[in-house]
C-alpha cells in the first residue's frame, strides 16, 4: 500500500466529493456484512415516509473503481467516504471481519492508484444492529463499542489514510433521530437527543485519544453541520433567539470537538428542560479535553433563520416529500422558533439557496475558534434532475456550487484557513428521508441499470478545478 507522507496533507488544496457508505454501497449482506440499523428499518413498515432502502443503492461496493477513476479524470484529487461498522465487526462488538478490511483496503488502494487522497469517515449514521437494539448511543456501551471500532481501523488503515473523521455531523442526525423522528428510533424528545449527542461526542474523543496514543500519522477530525444563524429582525429577543439556536445546532458540537468543553449556558438550559444529566460522568471532562480534533470537517448547506419562541410545544418538523404539502418547522419550547425568508429561492425540500452562508459560517468558525484548520466535507443540493437524451443539464447545481465556492474564496481572502472542498455527492445514492428522488451526484446513476453519466455539474467542477491548481 502507498505509505502516506504527512507533509503531503498541507501541500494541496483538496477539491473534491463525498458520499457515505449505506447510502451507495448497496452489499448489504455481501462478504459476512452485519445488519446495520439502517437495513433494518428501511426492511420495516417504520420506514413509511419512504419506503425504499439501500441494498443495492449505487453499487459502489461493486464499482467504486470506475466511481474513483472517473473523480479522477474530474480532476478531483479527493475523495471523501465512510466506512460501514457492520462490514468491519458484524455484530458491533466482537469479531473482526476480514473481508471488510480487504474491501477497503481495496478501495483506499485504489484512491492512491489514481492520484486522489482518500478521507475516511469511521460512522456516518449507520449503527451496527444488535448495538441500536442495546439502546444505540443513549447506551455508553456503544461508545466503548465505537473506540474499540476506531482503533481496529487505525491499525488496519493508518499506513495509508492521512484524513480520518470520527464522526458525521452529531447534530443532525440526533436531530432526525430524536427530534424529528424520521431516522431510527423515531423518537421526538430532545431530552433523550442530548444524552445521545453527549455520547457520540465522547465517542468521537475517545476515538481521537486512541488515534494519538497509537501515534498514527496524518489528522483527526469530526464532521459538523454548522449553520450560520441569522433572523429577519435586529432586536434583543431575535438576538436571544439566535444565541439559543446557536447553541442548540451548533455549539453543542463544535466547543466540544475543537475546546472539549460543553458551553455552560447550554448544559444549563438542557438541565432545565428537565433532561436526566447523570449520562456525565466526572472523568470524561479530561477525555474531552484530551480528544479534541485537529481539523473541523465542516458540512454546509444553508443558513438558519429563527425569532424567539413564542408558545406551543416543541415540534419539528421535515419536508420529507419535496411537495407543497410537507414543510420545514422547528419549535423548541422556551427556545426558539424556525423562521422563512419567503423572498429568498428554495429547492423543493425547501432548502433556501443561500451561498453567502458559506461565508459567514467560515468567518464566525474563524473567530470562535481561531487556528482551527477546516475542510468543507459537503456541500451541495438536491433537485429531481430531469433526463434530456441521455444527458442531466443541472444548471440549477452549477449555480448553487458556484455561488458557495465562489465565497468559500471571499471567506479564504479573508484569513480562514480552508484546506478542502468537498461536493455532496460524489454520484447519485440514497437520501435518508427522500430515497432516490432527491439527487445530488455529480454523476447521474440509472437505478435501473445502475451506469453512470456524468452531469453538467460534473463537467463545470472538473474545468473549475483545472482553473484553480492553487488556491490560497
Ligand atoms: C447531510 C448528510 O446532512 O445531508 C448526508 O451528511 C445527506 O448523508 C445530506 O445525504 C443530504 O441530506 P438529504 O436528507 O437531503 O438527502
Request: net charge negative; aromatic share 12%; charged share 25%.
Amino acid at each position: 500500500m502507498t505509505a502516506p507522507d504527512q507533509n503531503r496533507t498541507h501541500e494541496k488544496f483538496l477539491w473534491g466529493s463525498a458520499t457515505a457508505a449505506y447510502q451507495c454501497e448497496g452489499g448489504w449482506d455481501e462478504d459476512g456484512k452485519g445488519l446495520s440499523n439502517w437495513d433494518v428499518f428501511c426492511h420495516s413498515d417504520d420506514n413509511d415516509v419512504n419506503p425504499v432502502d439501500g441494498d443495492v443503492a449505487s453499487d459502489h461496493y461493486h464499482r467504486y473503481e470506475d466511481d474513483i477513476r472517473m473523480m479522477a479524470e474530474g480532476n478531483q484529487n479527493a475523495y471523501r467516504f465512510s466506512i460501514s461498522w457492520s462490514r468491519i465487526i458484524p455484530d458491533g462488538t466482537g469479531a473482526v471481519e476480514q473481508r471488510g478490511l480487504d474491501h477497503y483496503r481495496k478501495v483506499i488502494e485504489t484512491c492512491h492508484r489514481y492520484g486522489v487522497e482518500p478521507l475516511v469517515t469511521l460512522y456516518h449514521y449507520d449503527l451496527p444492529q444488535p448495538l441500536f437494539e442495546n439502546g444505540g448511543w443513549e447506551n455508553r456501551e456503544t461508545v466503548d463499542a465505537f473506540e474499540r471500532y476506531a482503533e481496529v481501523c487505525f491499525d488496519a488503515f493508518g499506513d495509508s489514510v492521512t484524513h480520518w473523521m470520527t464522526v458525521n455531523e452529531p447534530n443532525y442526525e440526533t436531530l432526525c433521530e430524536y427530534g424529528i423522528g424520521n431516522y431510527p428510533p423515531n423518537v421526538r424528545d430532545l431530552r433523550r437527543r442530548w444524552h445521545a449527542i453527549y455520547n457520540i461526542l465522547l465517542a468521537s474523543a475517545r476515538a481521537v485519544v486512541r488515534f494519538r496514543s497509537g501515534g498514527h500519522a496524518g489528522q483527526i477530525g469530526l464532521v459538523s453541520d454548522s449553520y450560520p444563524i441569522e433572523s429577519l429582525v435586529d432586536d434583543e429577543a431575535h438576538r436571544d433567539a439566535a444565541r439559543l439556536a446557536d447553541l442548540f445546532f451548533n455549539r453543542c458540537v463544535n466547543d466540544v470537538a475543537i475546546d472539549g468543553t460543553f458551553p455552560v449556558e447550554f448544559l444549563d438550559k438542557i438541565e432545565s428542560d428537565g433532561t436526566d444529566m447523570s449520562f456525565i460522568h466526572r472523568d470524561d471532562a479530561a477525555v474531552f479535553l484530551d480528544g479534541t480534533i485537529d481539523y473541523l470537517g465542516l458540512n454546509v448547506y444553508d443558513r438558519i433563520l429563527v425569532k424567539p419562541y413564542t408558545t406551543g410545544e416543541t415540534n419539528l418538523r421535515a419536508n420529507n416529500t419535496g411537495d407543497a404539502t410537507s414543510t420545514n418547522q422547528i419549535i423548541v419550547k422556551g427556545w426558539f422558533e424556525h423562521d422563512v425568508d419567503p423572498t429568498t429561492e428554495k429547492n423543493p425540500w425547501g432548502m433556501e439557496i443561500y451561498p453567502q452562508a458559506m461565508y459567514d459560517i467560515l468567518v464566525e468558525l474563524r473567530d470562535r475558534y481561531p487556528g482551527t484548520p477546516v475542510i468543507i466535507t459537503e456541500n451541495g443540493v438536491g433537485y429531481r434532475d430531469v433526463v434530456v437524451d441521455g444527458e442531466v443539464h443541472d444548471d440549477y447545481r452549477i449555480d448553487y456550487l458556484r455561488g458557495f465556492v465562489e465565497q468559500m474564496q471571499r471567506a479564504i481572502d479573508d484569513g480562514c484557513d480552508v484546506r478542502g472542498y468537498l461536493v455532496w455527492s460524489t454520484i447519485d445514492l440514497y437520501s435518508w428521508i427522500n430515497g432516490y428522488e432527491k439527487r445530488y451526484g455529480l454523476v447521474r446513476v440509472d437505478f435501473d441499470t445502475l451506469a453512470r453519466t456524468p452531469k453538467d455539474s460534473y463537467h463545470w467542477y472538473a474545468a473549475h478545478i483545472a482553473a484553480q491548481k492553487e488556491i490560497t
